[in-house]
């Protein structure tokens, strides 16, 4: 079976169409964080001499809630809301505490 037949199985995807748009959303959502990137980090004085903790950090609290923020307005925009939801409540549920854990 052929990686792109065996990822639709994996997503619930039975046209080729939105499998399509799904890698049109996720692609248009990358760019649009790195131009956020390009444009806010010098705003806020990141620039190549900003150590590299504090980029990092800094790409964690500002670009990648603003990367999902930007993913649900393009996958509304695009009718693939469901599809997107999904994947962020997937997401987002790594990082709930386990009952017993710490």
């Known amino acids: 079976m052929a990686f792109i037949e065996k990822l639709k199985e994996r997503w619930g995807i039975e046209s080729n169409?939105?499998?399509a748009k799904i890698f049109f959303i996720f692609s248009i959502t990358g760019m649009t964080a790195?131009?956020?990137?390009?444009l806010v980090f010098p705003l806020i004085g990141i620039d190549s001499s900003t150590p590299t903790w504090l980029f990092v950090l800094t790409w964690i609290l500002l670009i990648t809630p603003s990367y999902y923020f930007f993913m649900v307005i393009y996958?509304?925009?695009?009718?693939?809301?469901?599809?997107?939801?999904?994947?962020?409540?997937?997401?987002?549920s790594r990082f709930k505490r386990k009952k017993g854990g710490f």
């Open 17 to 19: 169409w939105r499998l």
């Open 34 to 38: 790195v131009r956020l990137r390009k």
């Open 75 to 92: 996958s509304i925009l695009l009718g693939e809301k469901t599809f997107f939801f999904g994947i962020m409540n997937k997401t987002l």
